[in-house]
C-alpha cells in the first residue's frame, strides 16, 4: 500500500493480541506465501530516520492476509481491504499487509480502482515514486531496486515511476504526495515530473476531500513548507488544492515588504516558531493571515498599495477554507481568530490594553505573538523590540493574574456572614484580605476552605 494513500484508521479488537514481526514472517513462510517489506520504513532507513510507517506487500490475497493475521491471535482492522489491504498489530505498531497490486483511476471517482498483481516486480513498477519503489524480502533479505531509488534519494530527488503522467492520472493525490515529499524531505522535483503534474494537476478536483486535506496537513508539517508550497504553484496544483490562495502569487505589496503576498506568506510559514503540540496550528494560521489581502487591495492616494481591514475578510475566507478542508470546529476557531486579530497593536505599556489584548485571544496570545514575529521576518523594518515589549507585558499580566488568583480567599464575603450569623460589614473585608494573604505566603492552600474556616473563626476570637 502506498504510503498515506488510503484513509487507515483501524479499530482493534481487546479480545486480541499483539505479536511479533518474526512470527508475521514465519507464518507467511509456513503458507508458501511471499512477504516484502516495502515503501517509506526503506526509505526512511535509508535516510536514517526514524520511520512510523511499516508496510509489507505480498501474493496473499486480502482474506488470506486476514486469515493469516487471524491464526496467530492478531489485532486486525479491514478497514482497507476493499484496497487489498489488512491492518494487523506488530509489536504495539499497525502495520499495513497489501496485496500485489496496480492502480487504476477511473476519470471522476473519488478513490483508486484495485487490481491485483502476481509479482512484487509488478507492484514495484505500479508505485508513484522511484524513493519509495524498493522492496526488501522479509524471508531472505533479498534486496530490489528496480528504478534507481537509492540513486534518486542520493541526489535528493523525487522522479515518478514510469511514464509521470500515467502515474498522476491513476491516481491524482500521487501530485500532492510529490510535493509533500518536497517539504518533508527537502528534495527537489525532477523536471519530467513536474511537467507530468502539470499536465493532470486538474484531476486532483476528483479527489475526496479527506485525502487532500490529509497530504496539505501533512506538507505544512514538513521541514521545507515553503519549498512544498511553491511546487504547489509551480505544478499547477495551487488553484486545484487551495483555490482561495490562488490570487496570492503576483499580488504585488507596499515600501513595507520585501516580496508578494505569496512570497511574504511563504517566508512567515517557514518563519514561524512553534513550541510542542502547535506546530499544524501555527503553520495554518502563517498561510493563511494575509488571504484576505488580493480582495480588499487598493491604491492609496501615495499611490501605495493599502489593505485595509484585510484581517476582517482574511478571517471571513479562512473561515470558509477550512469549512470546506474539514478541519475541527475547535481548531478552525482559534486559526480564525488568529487571522482576525494579526493586525491587533497593543501599548505595552498600556496595562488595560494589554490585558484587553489578551482576553480577546482566550488563551492563545503565544500564538499570535509567533505569528507577529513571523510576519515581520519579511518587512523592510524590524518590529522584534515591539514584540519583546509585548509579550514581557503579556508574561506579566499572566504573572499579575495567576497570584491574584492565588492570592483570593477560599471564603466569599456571603460564606462568611452566613458563617457568622452577622451583617455585613467592614469586618468581612479583614478577615477575606488576611486569609488572601495567607494563600500568597502558602500557609493557606487555595481552595480550602475548611482550613479557612477554622482561621477565620480564631481572628474572630470564635476559638
Not at 524471508?139 to 522522479?159: C, K, N, P, Q, V
Not at 518563519?271 to 488571504?291: C, M, Q, S, V
Request: aromatic share 6%; hydrophobic share 40%; proline share 5%.
Amino acid at each position: 500500500m502506498e504510503e498515506g494513500s488510503t484513509p487507515a484508521r483501524h479499530r482493534p479488537d481487546n479480545r486480541a493480541m499483539t505479536i511479533t514481526h518474526e512470527a508475521l514472517r514465519d507464518a507467511f513462510r509456513a503458507r508458501g506465501r511471499q512477504l516484502w517489506l516495502v515503501g517509506g520504513a526503506l526509505r526512511d532507513r535509508l535516510l536514517g530516520i526514524p520511520s512510523k510507517d511499516i508496510d509489507y506487500a505480498t501474493d496473499a490475497l486480502p482474506d488470506e492476509i486476514e486469515e493469516i493475521a487471524r491464526s496467530l491471535g492478531a489485532k486486525v482492522s479491514t478497514v482497507g481491504k476493499r484496497f487489498g489491504t489488512i491492518g494487523v498489530l506488530v509489536e504495539d505498531t499497525w502495520v499495513e499487509i497489501t496485496t500485489f497490486r496496480g492502480d487504476s483511476y477511473a476519470g471522476g471517482s473519488r478513490w483508486p480502482e484495485v487490481t491485483f498483481g502476481r509479482t512484487i516486480e509488478e507492484d514495484l513498477a505500479r508505485r508513484d515514486f522511484t524513493i519509495t519503489a524498493f522492496a526488501e524480502n522479509a524471508h531472505t533479505g533479498e534486496w530490489l531496486d528496480l528504478f534507481s531509488g537509492e540513486a534518486d534519494l542520493r541526489a535528493g530527488i523525487i522522479r515518478a515511476v514510469g511514464d509521470p503522467a500515467t502515474r498522476f492520472r491513476e491516481d491524482p493525490l500521487r501530485i500532492l504526495r510529490g510535493v509533500r515529499f518536497v517539504s518533508q524531505l527537502g528534495f527537489r522535483l525532477d523536471p519530467a515530473t513536474a511537467a507530468g503534474m502539470r499536465e493532470t494537476a486538474h484531476l486532483i478536483a476528483t479527489l475526496s476531500q479527506e485525502r487532500v486535506t490529509a497530504e496539505l496537513d501533512k506538507l505544512l508539517q514538513g521541514r521545507a513548507p515553503a519549498a512544498g508550497l511553491e511546487a504547489l504553484r509551480e505544478v499547477g496544483a495551487l488553484p486545484h488544492a487551495l483555490p482561495e490562495l490562488a490570487a496570492m502569487p503576483g499580488c504585488e505589496q507596499n515600501r513595507f515588504h520585501k516580496f508578494d503576498v505569496w512570497g511574504h506568506t511563504l517566508a512567515t510559514v517557514e518563519a514561524i516558531a512553534a513550541a510542542p503540540g502547535t506546530l499544524r496550528l501555527r503553520r495554518w494560521t502563517a498561510l493563511l493571515h494575509d488571504i484576505g489581502k488580493p480582495a480588499v487591495r487598493h491604491l492609496k492616494p501615495n499611490g501605495e498599495w493599502g489593505f485595509y481591514r484585510h484581517e476582517v475578510v482574511g478571517a471571513e475566507l479562512a473561515a470558509s477554507l477550512l469549512e470546506r478542508l474539514r478541519f475541527g470546529r475547535a481548531e478552525s476557531h482559534v486559526v480564525v481568530l488568529l487571522v482576525r486579530r494579526h493586525m491587533d497593536r497593543p501599548d505595552p505599556a498600556d496595562r488595560r490594553a494589554v490585558r484587553r489584548f489578551m482576553a480577546k485571544l482566550g488563551g492563545h496570545w503565544r500564538d499570535l505573538l509567533a505569528l507577529k514575529r513571523a510576519d515581520n521576518a519579511s518587512h523592510t523594518y524590524d518590529d522584534t523590540a515591539y514584540h519583546d515589549a509585548l509579550e514581557a507585558a503579556c508574561l506579566r499580566a499572566e504573572q499579575e493574574e495567576a497570584e491574584a488568583i492565588r492570592a483570593e480567599s477560599p471564603l466569599s464575603g456571603d460564606e462568611l456572614v452566613r458563617m457568622f450569623d452577622r451583617p455585613p460589614g467592614p469586618w468581612v473585608g479583614v478577615i477575606k484580605r488576611q486569609l488572601g494573604a495567607m494563600v500568597l505566603d502558602g500557609e493557606l492552600a487555595p481552595g480550602d476552605k475548611e482550613a479557612a474556616a477554622r482561621i477565620a473563626r480564631r481572628l474572630m476570637g470564635r476559638e
